[in-house]
Structures are given as C-alpha cells and as structure tokens.
C-alpha cells in the first residue's frame, strides 16, 4: 500500500469517482484522501495555519518602511489656521498681515483687521508619508519570531488531526470488515444448527431421540437465523458509521477495497519512547507554543526599552484640487515610556504567566503521551496473545464440536451436549475475530502515539 505522491493528485482522483453512479470500490488509501478532504476538524486545523501564516506574513511587513497617502480638504477662517494655510500654499501676502492699515509709526497699536479676521480659506492637502521603525527594543523581532513559532505549531496541530482522521476512518474501515466477519461466524453457526436439525430430525423419525430434542434444535436453528439477521444490522450500522467518517451521504453505495492490516512500528520500548517524544505532532505543537509564549515575553518587554524611528513626508497644499505648493519634511522620533503606572510589568509578568502554564501543560502532555505509548504496547501484545489463545480455542472447539456430534448421533451424548460444544465454538470464532480487530487498532494506536499515523506506515 502506498501513498500517492500528491495530496491534490488524490483529492482529483477522488473525485471522479462515480459514487452516486452506483457502487464503487474504495480502498483504504481512498477513503482516507476523502475524509481528509472535507473533516472539519482538519479544515478547522488548516484554518489555524492559515491564520498564523497571515500573521507571520503581518508582523514580517512590519519591519519594513510604511507608507501612508491622504487627501484632505480643509475650509476656516480661524485666524491662526487660515494664515497658516495661506503660507502652505505659498499665497502669504504683507496684506495678510494688515499692511494697508499702517500708516505711521503710531499705528502700531492698531489690530491688523486682515490677520485677525482673515476670509474662509480652502485647501487641499495631498501627502505622502514613509515611516520606518530602526529601533523597537526587540519587539519587531519578537513579533516575527513569535508568528513563525505559531506557524510551526498550527503545521504540527495540522499533523495531529491528519492521524487522528486516519486512525478514525480504520477505525471504522476495518468495523465493517470486523462486521462481515461476525457475519461469516453467525453463517457458520446457522449452517451448523441447521446440521444439528437435520441430524436430530433424522434419529427422531428412526425413534432414536424424543420429541423435545426436535423442538430444542428448531429452536437453536431459528435461534441462529436472528442472530445472523443481528450481524447483517451490525454490518450495516458499521458501514454507515464509515459513510459518517468519510462524510458521505448513507445512500451513497461503496464497496471496500482490501482489508488493512497494521503492522508494527520498528524499535523496541525504548526506541518508541524516544520517537514519540520527537515526533508525535501534538507535543510538537506544544513545544512550537512554549517558544512562541517565550517570544510573547520579549514583546512584553520591549516597550521597557526606547523607540526609534524615522519619518519622511511630501506636502502639496493647493487651495483648489492640485499640486501647486509642495514641501518636504524629514525627522526621527526617540521616545521611551519612563513611567506608566506598572501597566508594562505587568504586560511582562501576564506573558511570563502564560508561558509558564504552557510549559506545565507540555510536561503534563509528555508524561502522559509516555503512559499511552506504554498502554498501546502493552495493549497490542496482549490482543497478539489474545489471537493466539483464541486460534487455539477455535481450532480445539472444532474437534470437540465434532466429536460431540458423533456421540449424539450414537446416542452417546445428550443435545444439550452437543449443542453447548457448538455454542462454545461460536463464542470462540466470535472471540477471535474481536482479537484480530483489536490488534489492528491497538497497533493504530501505538503508531499514532509514535507520530507515525500515514498511509506510508501503516502496513
């Protein structure tokens, strides 16, 4: 079994086939790729990733000069900014300043009447403004390193839900087969109580055995054809519960490809451990947080440090919609918060907090992964074990089962014998198609602890 070499390349595969057309065979690397394409756990995961590529991209372009234009359109006659505007536009005139009322030196006492009480002036200001941080006290830094850090974590969350889509849909992939299997056992018994009846039949026309034993095994017999209609309704719900993963409508007919079968992850105790601390994505995830908590920190902090930055502006003052005056403007800004009341330690003290509660919950989230991957082992070795006592059981059940029945039919056991024998040999076939199917999923279980969750490992 393998992977295709492209996620897109699956999904258009995927799509064109004719599920609504009639039954179409879907194997396991199949429904895998579709219920990766519509899960909503998972878009909900490539949303999260989506949202911190936007920020890394936001907090990258903020290192780099920004630049602002605006119109703005003005109207006054407040004497200060009238004036002003008028040397703006370069329209200033000794006039302005009441020019005709000077007469004599004894004027000077006069109030200018065109400076104090000018006419409404219009203007319209065109600017263009470039502003660039040089100095932040780290905080740009720590912004971008903060944002990658997120990236990395929302890439592994995207991982984690990947295994865990995978590992529900075998989960119900291998349920239908686990049912038709049960559908095989509940056959096989209905087939042998069938026997039975027609054995019991034949020594009761003979007058070998009562009435009763006829009714006890017609009863058996019917007994088993409900139980096979159960394990027809078990198969069914199993394939509706894999039409629910896959989020495909019931209706919908697919037949299943090959069975899967889980193999076991290489290494041994020690080497899974060490694995699982390295690559399983949801500790991964809370590491790529830890880091970005700590850059959160160095954020904080940065506004106990000065700012620096510099500004360039080009002015065009008009006082119709142009460009007739224009003017330039350069300059830096040094600014540092001396005091705020504590509100910037506190910032830091929170963002230390948070950090903190994140490497606890990664400590925690360590330990436990280590119990699970110890559970899945231990899990897995006894459903292996479980299997081979159930083999055993099935195939000792057979020969007993057979040698009951040929003490009945020489009136050497009871019914009640011979149909115990075969429902204990029901039981253990039922058994060990439980065993199988549990070692199958614990095996899952173990890789998905591991990390190692994919189409390309399960076998």
Do not use: C
Not at 79 to 99: I, W, Y
Not at 143 to 151: D, G, L, P, T
Not at 349 to 373: H, N, P, S, W
Not at 415 to 441: C, S
């Amino acid at each position: 079994m393998s992977w295709a070499p492209s996620g897109l390349t699956v999904y258009a595969l995927i799509g064109l086939l004719p599920l609504s057309a009639g039954a179409a065979t879907l194997d396991f690397n199949q429904a895998v790729a579709v219920a990766l394409r519509q899960n909503p756990s998972l878009m909900a995961a490539q949303a999260a990733e989506a949202q911190a590529r936007a920020g890394l991209a936001q907090a990258q372009g903020a290192r780099f000069p920004k630049v602002v234009a605006s119109l703005n359109a003005t109207r006054t006659d407040d004497a200060l900014n009238a004036f002003g505007l008028k040397l703006a536009q370069r329209r200033a005139t000794f006039n302005d300043f009441g020019a005709a009322q000077f007469t004599s030196p004894a004027a000077l006492g006069v109030a200018p009447e065109n400076l104090n009480y000018p006419g409404a002036v219009n203007n319209f200001n065109t600017r263009l403004e470039a502003q660039l941080p040089l100095y932040t006290g780290g905080k740009l830094t720590g912004y971008v390193r903060q944002a990658e850090a997120m990236v990395r974590a929302a890439q592994a969350g995207d991982a984690a839900a990947q295994q865990q889509v995978i590992y529900h849909v075998l989960e119900a992939y291998d349920g239908v087969y686990t049912a038709h299997a049960y559908q095989a056992v509940t056959a096989q018994a209905l087939r042998a109580a069938q026997s039975q009846l027609r054995t019991v039949q034949s020594l009761y026309r003979q007058g070998v055995v009562v009435k009763s034993d006829l009714l006890s095994a017609q009863v058996n017999a019917e007994d088993m054809k409900l139980k096979q209609d159960e394990a027809a309704d078990l198969e069914t719900r199993a394939m509706d519960g894999l039409h629910v993963v896959l989020g495909l409508p019931l209706e919908e007919k697919i037949e299943l490809g090959p069975a899967v079968e889980v193999s076991m992850p290489a290494g041994d105790q020690a080497v899974w451990a060490r694995e699982a601390q390295a690559r399983n994505p949801q500790i991964a995830a809370l590491r790529h947080q830890l880091t970005a908590a700590g850059d959160k920190v160095q954020v904080a902090r940065a506004d106990l440090y000065p700012q620096v930055g510099l500004l360039a502006r080009y002015d065009w003052n008009d006082p119709h919609l142009g460009f007739a005056a224009h003017s330039y403007t350069l300059g830096g800004q040094l600014s540092w918060t001396v005091f705020d009341a504590g509100v910037t330690r506190g910032a830091v003290d929170q963002a230390q907090a948070a950090r903190m509660e994140t490497a606890a919950k990664l400590r925690q989230a360590e330990a436990e992964l280590a119990m699970r991957v110890q559970d899945a082992y231990r899990k897995t070795r006894e459903a292996q074990r479980q299997v081979e006592v159930r083999s055993l059981a099935v195939a000792q059940s057979e020969e007993a089962a057979g040698i009951v029945a040929k003490r009945y039919a020489g009136g050497l056991a009871t019914l009640a014998e011979m149909q115990g024998a075969q429902a204990q040999l029901d039981r253990a076939r039922a058994d060990l198609v439980a065993a199988r199917a549990q070692v199958n999923l614990q095996r899952a279980a173990l890789k998905l602890a591991l990390g190692q969750l994919d189409t390309r490992h399960l076998p």
